[in-house]
Nanobody
Framework: QVQLVESGGGLVQPGGSLTLSCAAS?????????????MSWYRQAPGKERELVAT????????NYVDSVKGRFTISRDNAKNTVYLQMNRLKPEDTAVYYC?????????WGQGTQVTVSS
């Protein structure tokens, strides 16, 4: 059974930094290996729809970001560790949300349980 477990969330002051991690397990029991999956970070703020923040391709060579985080957030992955990261710098109060990790390959989609990020002074 595939599982995605996020960690690294917390409370940070505006202008600060956090690094989120998403550890994936169980892929050897799935139809495809971890490096087949595009990995994404989504976030959902209270009262708002879930928003795609960043995506990285299976091999890690292609990345995409929502405009609001470009230049501040960096997505990366370590396929040897089955882990994807989101480095978040210059955090703003509007970055406050629950952040979710998603693995996607064709119709195979898996979600993590989310980790809370709160940016406040």
């Amino acid at each position: 059974q595939v599982q995605l477990v996020e960690s690294g969330g917390g409370l940070v002051q505006p202008g600060g930094s956090l690094t989120l991690s998403c550890a994936a397990s169980g892929f050897r029991f799935a139809n495809y290996d971890f490096n087949n999956y595009a990995m994404s970070w989504y976030r959902q703020a209270p009262g708002k729809e879930r928003e795609l923040v960043a995506t990285i391709s299976g091999g890690g060579s292609n990345t995409n970001y929502v405009d609001s985080v470009k230049g501040r957030f960096t997505i990366s992955r370590d396929n040897a560790k089955n882990t994807v990261y989101l480095q978040m710098n210059r955090l703003k109060p509007e970055d406050t949300a629950v952040y979710y990790c998603r693995a996607g390959y064709g119709v195979s989609v898996y979600w993590g349980q989310g980790t809370q990020v709160t940016v406040s002074s």
